[in-house]
C-alpha cells in the first residue's frame, strides 16, 4: 500500500503516498507519468499487469498497449489502493470510495450502501477457501458473496502517544503457507489469527514500530514486515524522529537490521517475495533493496533526477512472471533496468 499523504490533498489517505517534491512545484518529466502516484501493482492469472493510481483508477498494460478503468467506466473511485483476483477470474479493486469487483465487463461496486460499513479501503485479501476479507481505515470485514460481516480485532496491550488516530486502519492482510491470517494495523502492530485465536506482536516484541504498513512471508516461511515512524504524526515538526524500518520474524524471534542503511529508523511501505526467493524491500529515501538469504543489494540509483535528494517513496513492488521488477513509487511507475530504477510513462518503454 500505499503510503504517506499527510501533508497532501488526500487528508483522509494520510501516509499512503511518502511525500517529496513532487507535492508542489512538479518537475516536468520527459515521458508523462501514469500517475504521480502508483501505489499497487499486480499480475493476473493472463498477464496483464495493473496498477494502482491515486488519482486515473486502474491503469492496465496488456502486453500491447496501457488502458485505465476509472469512474468513467464504472470503477466506484479513482484512488484504488488494493487489486486482487479471485477463483473466477474477477478483479477485485479497493480504493478509497469503496470495493469493486469486474468480471472484464461489468462492476459491481460495494459501499456503505451495500453493508461495507467504512469505504476507506486500504487492503483486499482472497483466501484460499474463497472468503474476501476487506481492511479499511475502520476495521476488518469480510464478504462471503452476499454480505458483509465485522470481524473485530483484539487490542494489544500497549501505550499510545497522544496523537495517534489511526490504530483502526488495517494496512494489509495476508495469508500465510499454513492457512494462518495476517492483519497489519497502524498503531497497534500485528497480529496472526489461527481460525481460533489471535498472537500480538508488537515492538515489545521487537517489531520496529507498532506502525506496521507492510507485510510478506518468505520461501523459509519467515514473515517479514515493513513499518513507518509513529513520530512522524506529531504535531511538532521538531519531535517527528524514531524507529521503524524492516523486521523479520523467524517463528521465535524477531530481527532487525540496524546496520543497513534506511531499514533502520526509517519507513518500509513495501516487501515483496520474489520468484526465485529474493526479498524485495523499498526503503524510503534511499532505493530499494534485494535481499538474497545473505547479503541486501541497493538499488538506488534513477533516470528520474527530480526525484532526489528526497529520494523514493517506494509503495509497491513487484516481479512479474517474466522476471521483471515493477515499481510503484511516489513519482509515477519504475522498473528495474541495468541495475537503475527506470521510470515508465504512459507510452513504456515496456518492453
Given at each position: 500500500?500505499?503510503?504517506?499523504?499527510?501533508?497532501?490533498?488526500?487528508?483522509?489517505?494520510?501516509?499512503?503516498?511518502?511525500?517529496?517534491?513532487?507535492?508542489?512545484?512538479?518537475?516536468?518529466?520527459?515521458?508523462?507519468?501514469?500517475?504521480?502516484?502508483?501505489?499497487?501493482?499486480?499480475?493476473?492469472?493472463?498477464?496483464?499487469?495493473?496498477?494502482?493510481?491515486?488519482?486515473?483508477?486502474?491503469?492496465?498494460?496488456?502486453?500491447?498497449?496501457?488502458?485505465?478503468?476509472?469512474?468513467?467506466?464504472?470503477?466506484?473511485?479513482?484512488?484504488?489502493?488494493?487489486?486482487?483476483?479471485?477463483?473466477?477470474?474477477?478483479?477485485?479493486?479497493?480504493?478509497?470510495?469503496?470495493?469493486?469487483?469486474?468480471?472484464?465487463?461489468?462492476?459491481?461496486?460495494?459501499?456503505?450502501?451495500?453493508?461495507?460499513?467504512?469505504?476507506?479501503?486500504?487492503?483486499?485479501?482472497?483466501?484460499?477457501?474463497?472468503?474476501?476479507?476487506?481492511?479499511?481505515?475502520?476495521?476488518?470485514?469480510?464478504?462471503?458473496?452476499?454480505?458483509?460481516?465485522?470481524?473485530?480485532?483484539?487490542t494489544p496491550n500497549l501505550q499510545l502517544l497522544s496523537y495517534q488516530s489511526t490504530m483502526n486502519w488495517v494496512t494489509e492482510?495476508?495469508?500465510?503457507?499454513?492457512?494462518?491470517?495476517?492483519?497489519c494495523r497502524d498503531g497497534y502492530g500485528a497480529c496472526k489469527f489461527d481460525g481460533k485465536s489471535f498472537t500480538h506482536f508488537?515492538?515489545?516484541?521487537?517489531?520496529?514500530?507498532?506502525?506496521?504498513?507492510?507485510?510478506?512471508?518468505?520461501?523459509?516461511?519467515?514473515?517479514?514486515?515493513?513499518?513507518?515512524?509513529?513520530?512522524?504524526?506529531?504535531?511538532?515538526?521538531?519531535?517527528?524522529?524514531?524507529?521503524?524500518?524492516?523486521?523479520?520474524?523467524?517463528?521465535?524471534?524477531?530481527?532487525?537490521?540496524?546496520?543497513?542503511?534506511?531499514?533502520?529508523?526509517?519507513?518500509?511501505?513495501?516487501?515483496?517475495?520474489?520468484?526465485?526467493?529474493?526479498?524485495?524491500?523499498?526503503a524510503n529515501r534511499v532505493g530499494a533493496y534485494c535481499y538474497d538469504g545473505k547479503k541486501f543489494t541497493l538499488y538506488g540509483?534513477?533516470?528520474?533526477?527530480?526525484?532526489?535528494?528526497?529520494?523514493?517513496?517506494?509503495?509497491?513492488?513487484?516481479?512479474?512472471?517474466?522476471?521483471?521488477?515493477?515499481?510503484?513509487?511516489?513519482?509515477?511507475?519504475?522498473?528495474?533496468?541495468?541495475?537503475?530504477?527506470?521510470?515508465?510513462?504512459?507510452?513504456?518503454?515496456?518492453?
Amino acid at each position: 500500500m500505499k503510503k504517506n499523504l499527510s501533508r497532501l490533498f488526500f487528508c483522509a489517505l494520510v501516509l499512503l503516498a511518502a511525500a517529496h517534491p513532487l507535492c508542489s512545484g512538479q518537475t516536468k518529466v520527459a515521458q508523462e507519468p501514469i500517475d504521480q502516484y502508483v501505489v499497487e501493482v499486480f499480475e493476473d492469472s493472463k498477464g496483464k499487469l495493473w496498477f494502482g493510481t491515486l488519482s486515473k483508477g486502474a491503469a492496465c498494460y496488456d502486453g500491447k498497449k496501457l488502458s485505465y478503468l476509472s469512474t468513467k467506466q464504472g470503477l466506484i473511485g479513482n484512488a484504488v489502493v488494493s487489486i486482487v483476483e479471485d477463483r473466477k477470474g474477477n478483479m477485485w479493486f479497493g480504493t478509497q470510495s469503496g470495493l469493486s469487483k469486474y468480471d472484464g465487463k461489468t462492476f459491481t461496486n460495494f459501499s456503505r450502501k451495500e453493508g461495507l460499513m467504512n469505504n476507506q479501503v486500504s487492503d483486499v485479501l482472497i483466501d484460499k477457501k474463497g472468503n474476501v476479507w476487506v481492511g479499511t481505515w475502520g476495521g476488518v470485514f469480510r464478504f462471503n458473496g452476499s454480505t458483509f460481516s465485522s470481524f473485530p480485532l483484539p487490542t494489544p496491550n500497549l501505550q499510545l502517544l497522544s496523537y495517534q488516530s489511526t490504530m483502526n486502519w488495517v494496512t494489509e492482510i495476508m495469508e500465510d503457507k499454513r492457512g494462518n491470517i495476517w492483519f497489519c494495523r497502524d498503531g497497534y502492530g500485528a497480529c496472526k489469527f489461527d481460525g481460533k485465536s489471535f498472537t500480538h506482536f508488537t515492538k515489545k516484541d521487537g517489531l520496529a514500530s507498532n506502525n506496521v504498513q507492510a507485510i510478506q512471508e518468505d520461501n523459509q516461511g519467515n514473515i517479514w514486515f515493513g513499518s513507518r515512524i509513529t513520530e512522524k504524526d506529531n504535531p511538532d515538526p521538531k519531535s517527528r524522529t524514531g524507529d521503524g524500518g524492516l523486521s523479520r520474524y523467524d517463528g521465535k524471534k524477531i530481527i532487525q537490521y540496524p546496520a543497513v542503511e534506511g531499514l533502520s529508523k526509517n519507513e518500509t511501505y513495501a516487501i515483496h517475495t520474489g520468484r526465485s526467493g529474493k526479498i524485495w524491500i523499498g526503503a524510503n529515501r534511499v532505493g530499494a533493496y534485494c535481499y538474497d538469504g545473505k547479503k541486501f543489494t541497493l538499488y538506488g540509483e534513477t533516470d528520474r533526477a527530480d526525484l532526489m535528494p528526497y529520494g523514493y517513496g517506494i509503495q509497491a513492488i513487484l516481479e512479474d512472471s517474466k522476471g521483471r521488477i515493477w515499481l510503484g513509487l511516489s513519482g509515477g511507475l519504475f522498473r528495474l533496468k541495468d541495475s537503475k530504477i527506470a521510470h515508465m510513462g504512459e507510452n513504456g518503454p515496456w518492453e
